[in-house]
């Protein structure tokens, strides 16, 4: 009970944490200086920017029907933290807009300041399983149909996308420019906090529960999962080992899918100095 309570703090804090600082970035750095963030949050600050709609209103009004259908494709937990982060960041946005002082400074500054912020907040809430909607979910779903697509792939296109859109608004090339610098930063700042750099993490389960655990971890985590055959060195009993290589913030979500279906499973989690192959870094 108690570790229930610790993790379910543990992650509200870390969702108002990351929420604020995301909405900082967009409201201080990037939006007051004609910066896309990229997604619908960029999409947002364009019709904000036309129509003086709070962007956070319209952020949550285009996740809407992406959330529905996420939760009926998808579903469980992810779904309902998403959502639950999505209205945050939507309150928080307008929020913070009538508080914090919009800087408008150096193309350069503001892009790289607010990408860095971006990234922060980005990352704590990544690091909590969820993230704030839009484009994630919309890539997840292409991806299960289309596995050809990678969900970076498709995140890239899209924010592409708005980086036009935005730039043909502003009237303003170098927007384009700036905001394609703002996603590096953000982008560098989420690898060296989440991932650092290519690493990852290996995890080993030994399980009596081999085919739900796999079918739950290749569903809610869109992770591959490898099934060896090993005979237990001290009972000689045949077993099936499991392993599975996530990134650092897809880790306690496996552990969570195995707690869940077989809590007497043995896990051993090791470190991947670098991971090469689909859905991890491309071979060069």
Do not use: W
């Not at 704030?132 to 919309?138: L, P, Q, R």
């Not at 927007?175 to 930063?185: D, R």
């Not at 982008?187 to 081999?210: E, F, H, Q, W």
Request: charged share 15%.
């Amino acid at each position: 009970m108690k570790k229930r309570f610790f993790k379910i703090t543990t992650d509200l804090m870390l969702f108002i944490a990351g929420a604020a600082v995301y909405s900082a970035a967009v409201n201080m750095f990037l939006s007051p200086n004609g910066i896309s963030p990229g997604g619908f949050t960029g999409v947002a600050t364009v019709v904000n920017y036309l129509t003086d709609i709070p962007t956070g209103i319209m952020l949550f009004i285009f996740n809407i029907p992406v959330l529905i259908l996420g939760y009926v494709k998808l579903g469980g937990v992810f779904i309902l933290k998403t959502s639950f982060v999505t209205a945050l960041v939507s309150v928080s946005l307008d929020i913070l807009a009538k508080i914090l002082p919009p800087l408008k400074t150096d193309g350069i500054l503001a892009s790289m300041f607010g990408g860095i912020l971006m990234g922060l907040g980005l990352s704590l809430i990544l690091l909590r399983g969820a993230t704030t909607g839009g484009i994630d979910i919309i890539a997840k779903l292409i991806n299960r149909r289309h596995r050809h697509l990678s969900v970076g792939k498709i995140i890239l296109m899209a924010d592409g996308f708005v980086i036009v859109i935005n730039a043909l608004v502003y009237k303003n090339a170098e927007s384009a420019l700036y905001s394609i610098v703002a996603m590096y930063a953000a982008t560098r700042m989420m690898d060296l906090l989440l991932y650092g750099a290519d690493r990852g993490k290996i995890i080993y389960i030994v399980t009596n529960s081999p085919d739900t655990i796999c079918r739950q971890i290749n569903h809610t985590v869109g992770r591959g999962v490898t099934r060896l055959s090993v005979i237990g060195g001290y009972t000689g009993e045949s077993r099936i080992m499991l392993m599975c290589t996530v990134r650092i913030h897809e880790t306690s979500a496996v552990h969570d899918i195995v707690r869940k279906n077989d809590p007497k499973a043995f896990i051993v989690t090791s470190d991947a100095g670098e991971i090469i192959g689909e859905g991890f870094k491309p071979q060069s």
